[in-house]
């Protein structure tokens, strides 16, 4: 275990050198209108991060296509934004400093054996031009009706209509079936060499710690290999098999747990401050290989959630003290 936690030291380490250019935007490519324009994310990263009720998610995500042309990227939510704006890139290189910092303190601590009714079918509810990202929010009432209106969508931004990605309507339906019927169209300009577009915070109410992976592998983007790289900050640690069940692999955080002080989620992004009334824990998942995989959204509920027990040497001396002096006290009466 000590050897796995040294190869865990030179990922991280790794990541500081070369530079954070994927991970999973959960989104879905359309390449409507694109004709013989192949697209293809290469990489997406984001942090997921959730306070028990509210969530969130920075995504940045990495695009080409064979020659210049607009894509249209469909993320699914639990529920409308209260809040979209743009972030910025170095919330994914601060962080991982932060937790290259605390490996490297976790690993002298263990060398030093311290550590242990009527409604329209699809209701816009938010669009703004935000940087490079042209976004539209719409909360889905009737699935037919949102097919009907994705296609004028995005014949009124300009693409020549071809035809939705076949599973499409399939995938919708079983989001709704759950409950999340808010869906982000976010329409963004790629060329042909790869490009890391500047993240988007999205912030909402959630019930549970929420990031869509199955949107994307059954897009038309499914077959793309790709790395994913999510980041989730919670009260306390996810349950690993929660992480494998979505096919994602478990990396940092989880063997040994690492708090964020709010001066620390200050430096990632103040909004992941304002989000936390006491110090919450980190972790790294991380996938690579096609995407067409990821047939399973991320989705943890509070009880899949544990406080990591933390030991205190200062408090572990304390009550060291008093038992010896409980001893002594006994001893003596008899």
């Known amino acids: 275990m000590r050897n796995e936690f040294f190869v865990l030291i030179a990922i991280f380490s790794l990541l500081l050198v070369f530079p954070l250019v994927s991970a999973n935007r959960g989104s879905m490519g359309i390449p409507i209108g694109l004709g013989n ?6 990489g997406q990263n984001a942090i997921v991060a959730w306070n028990g009720n509210e969530e969130i998610i920075i995504l940045s995500t990495d695009m080409k296509s064979s020659e210049s042309a607009l894509v249209l990227e469909l993320i699914p939510l ?29 690993r002298e601590k263990i060398l030093t054996g311290t550590q242990r009714g009527e409604v329209p079918g699809v209701e816009i509810t938010f669009h703004k031009k935000i940087g490079a990202h042209d976004v ?4 889905v009432n009737d ?11 995005s014949t009124n931004l300009g693409f020549e209509y071809t035809e939705l990605p076949s599973n499409f309507k399939t995938t919708v339906s079983n989001y709704l079936d759950r409950n999340i019927d808010h869906f982000v ?19 909402f109410k ?10 994307t592998a059954t897009s038309d983007v499914g077959w793309s290999v790709s790395r994913v790289n999510v980041f989730l900050i919670a009260k306390g640690v996810v349950n690993q098999t929660v992480i494998r069940n979505a096919r994602l692999s478990p990396r940092a955080g989880f063997e040994y747990s690492m708090e964020l002080t709010g001066d620390e989620l200050r430096e990632i992004s103040p909004e992941l401050e304002d989000l936390f009334r006491s110090d919450p824990f980190v972790m790294n998942v991380q996938y690579s290989g096609p995407l067409k995989m990821l047939n ?6 509070q009880k899949d959630i544990s406080k990591p027990q933390v030991y205190d040497n200062s408090l572990i001396i304390i009550i060291s003290v008093i038992a010896i002096l409980l001893l002594i006290t006994v001893m003596y009466k008899l």
Do not use: A, C, H, M
Request: no cysteine; charged share 30%.
């Open 78 to 106: 639990p529920s409308n934004p209260t809040k979209v704006e743009e972030g910025s890139s170095e919330s994914f290189t601060k962080l991982v400093e932060i937790i290259n910092r605390k490996t490297r303190e976790l």
């Open 37 to 42: 324009v192949q697209l293809e994310e290469t």
């Open 136 to 139: 539209t929010i719409v909360k």
């Open 206 to 215: 959630s019930d549970y710690l929420y990031y869509p992976l199955e949107i």
């Open 143 to 153: 699935l037919d009706y949102f097919i009907d209106w994705v296609k004028d969508f």
């Open 296 to 301: 399973k959204d991320l989705i943890v509920y």
């Open 185 to 203: 169209f976010d329409v963004i300009e790629t060329n042909e060499s790869s490009q890391t577009i500047k993240p988007l915070i999205y912030r």
